[in-house]
């Protein structure tokens, strides 16, 4: 069986690695709650390279304003095209920023407008339960950024299938920590990045 | 001496003449030994040949098969006693039309004939198609037929009538959570299946997709066994397939491994090693697969990545499906002529009046008696001039 292997997709425009330790982080929650064989260690593969098209679920963040290559639109839109599932966070976690501005407009450039996503949708209980939608985070909870706690991720679908899934709620920044360190959680933070693996698995 | 030897050849050229006239007495008086030669087949030589005494022997010389119950009267003649010999340049050709266990229908037709040159295909619309055979068959895949299928090279001609429709149920994939196992179901489900799924993702914890059944032939005309995962419904795949139903197993999907590895027939091959092998298993089929990762197919491959990976899952599952055909009405398996579709005709001429001779063989009993009264006439015209030369050189009259 071939395992699962998390990847960071690297475009020009921006600071696509400003959340290093989150890879390691979600390896570790998925080796430690599913039976999903996964590979120990992530990669990081440019977006304008055909090799991202080896893996179907690509994580994106930044805080820098986000612009595609053409090389780069033509590989999303082949990878989204084909299956696959692109996960966007706004690593500025607000609203206004320009991280979030730009990535609305290249994604509506590429695919098509982002819509909010439904708080009930699979993929809030696709192995943990959410009953009220995305997880907040810390940083919406303690007001930083735009001093809003965002009620839903926006997503663009393809069917009934996301194929994009849009989040400002600035997961990069929550689950940028060692594993090492969760043992301190009461709750363990990262269990909404096991939901989108199993989704992006499954659905 | 010589008057001895005079005497000698008019006795010969009495008995000759006694031996000629017995030959023509026997052959006008018995019309049961004549032999008839025929170019074609038509009505009112097979009435004829039916009407009193038949022929002892009849060959034709066809350059069309006769048609079914020309054939049924050739049969009966020869069954009656008549020898029937035949010889034409008509190609041996056999046709059929088989359904295609997938969504979106279509048939299979298997052509198999010997002869060098075009086989035209057409339905009762028109011309389908043009096939050079290999190794004497050929195939091809159709999606719609109008009517009967028809085969048609020089003379020979077969039929095929249009195949009964399949009645398909839906699919279940049993698998680990992974990439192959989604794109499975995907491209399944772009297909036109209904798949229900049960992916695994932790101990005891499967992500449900569709309405997962009780595994049978009630519910399902296939089982896709990804990986290990299935080896829980082990038990239950086994008995499904053994009533009828059609698994297919990926490498390390530990199940039927006594029943598939005994007799498998190879059914595709890539860079040269077997990547699907099938099985009977009871009433059903298993089919093992040496490959997981046919994802890559539509993620990494070419601008058709997707519809060849989408074309590859339906094609192994239409291997081994459970689909009960649904009758067509008995007159689709007519033309607009009322006459019946017939898939091997030559093969059923072979089986009545035999295989065809040389071209030569009706002629040899001809041929045999004409010989002989040349040779007796020509006996009869030597004694009698012998004996009138001798007669002269003595001075006689």
């Known amino acids: 069986m071939r395992s699962f292997t998390w990847c960071t997709g690297q475009y020009d425009s921006g600071d696509w690695d400003s959340a290093p330790s989150l890879p390691a982080n979600l390896i570790d929650s998925i080796a430690r709650y599913t039976s999903i064989a996964v590979a120990p260690s992530g990669v990081n593969v440019p977006l304008s390279s055909e090799s991202i098209l080896e893996y179907p679920l690509v994580y994106l963040t930044g805080h820098l304003p986000f612009r ?10 082949k990878l989204v095209d084909r299956g696959g599932m692109l996960f966007v966070d706004d690593h500025n976690h607000d609203i206004g920023g320009v991280f979030h501005k730009t990535a609305f407009e290249e994604i509506a450039r590429t695919f098509s407008p982002l819509k909010d996503l439904p708080n009930d949708h699979d993929i809030y ?8 939608g995305p997880p907040a985070t810390s940083h919406e909870l303690n007001g930083w950024g735009d001093n809003l706690v965002h009620k839903n991720l926006q997503a663009v679908m393809q069917g009934d299938r996301i194929a994009v899934l849009y989040s400002s709620k600035d997961y990069s920044s929550e689950w940028n920590y060692s594993p090492d360190s969760k043992r301190f959680s009461t709750v363990d933070n990262t269990r909404f990045g096991v939901n989108i693996v199993v989704y992006a698995l499954t659905r | 001496m010589r008057p001895r030897l005079e005497q000698i050849l008019r006795g010969v050229v009495v008995a000759a003449l006694m031996v000629l006239l017995w030959r ?27 009407r009193g005494s038949a022929p002892s022997h009849v060959h034709l010389s066809v350059d069309s098969l006769p048609v079914g119950w020309q054939r049924s009267w050739l049969r009966a003649l020869a069954g009656s006693g008549t020898r029937i010999t035949w010889s034409g340049d008509l190609w041996p050709m056999m046709i059929d ?18 002869g060098e040159g075009p086989v035209v295909l057409r339905d009762e ?28 090279a020089g003379g020979s001609i077969a039929s095929a009538a249009q195949p009964d429709s399949l009645l398909l149920r839906r699919l279940l994939v049993i698998g680990a959570a992974g990439w192959e196992s989604k794109f499975a179901v995907a491209a399944l489900e772009e297909n036109g299946w209904k798949v229900d799924a049960l992916l695994r993702v932790a101990p005891g914890v499967d992500v449900r997709q569709g309405s997962p059944a009780s595994i049978d032939t009630a519910h399902y ?4 066994a990804i990986d290990s995962t299935a080896a829980n419904y082990s038990d239950r795949i086994a008995a499904y397939v053994t009533e009828g139903g059609g698994v297919i197993l990926g490498p390390s999907a530990r199940i039927l491994t006594a029943a598939t590895s005994a007799i498998s027939v190879p059914i595709e091959r890539r860079s040269g090693a077997v990547t699907a092998a099938a099985s009977r298993v009871g009433a059903g089929r298993a089919l093992r697969l040496s490959i997981d990762d046919t994802w890559r197919w539509r993620m990494t491959g070419d601008a058709d990545g997707v519809a060849k990976h989408r074309a590859w899952w339906t094609g192994m599952v239409s291997r081994v499906a459970y689909a009960p055909s649904v009758p067509r009405n008995s007159a689709s398996a007519r033309d607009a002529d009322g ?24 002629a040899s009993g001809v041929a045999t008696k004409s010989i002989w009264t040349a040779l007796l006439f020509s006996l009869f015209a030597l004694a009698l001039l012998a004996e009138i030369g001798s007669r002269r050189r003595r001075g006689l009259p």
């Open chain 1, 125 to 132: 209980t696709a192995f943990f339960k959410f009953a009220d």
């Open chain 2, 97 to 114: 039309a088989q359904p295609i266990a997938a969504p979106s229908g279509g048939m299979r037709v298997l052509l198999a004939a010997d």
């Open chain 2, 221 to 224: 005309s296939a089982v896709i």
């Open chain 1, 68 to 77: 595609f290559s053409e090389a780069e639109r033509r590989n999303v839109k």
């Open chain 2, 24 to 50: 023509s007495l026997r052959a006008s008086d018995s019309d049961a030994a004549k032999s008839i030669r025929a170019r074609g087949i038509n009505d009112r030589s097979l009435v004829e040949w039916s």
């Open chain 2, 339 to 362: 006459a019946d579709a017939e898939e091997s005709p030559y093969a059923d001429l072979v089986s009545a009046i035999g295989s065809p001779t040389s071209g030569s063989g009706s």
């Open chain 2, 125 to 152: 619309i028109g011309p389908l198609d043009t096939l050079r055979l290999q190794n004497v068959g050929a195939s091809i895949s159709l999606a719609s037929l109008a009517g009967r299928i028809s085969a048609r």
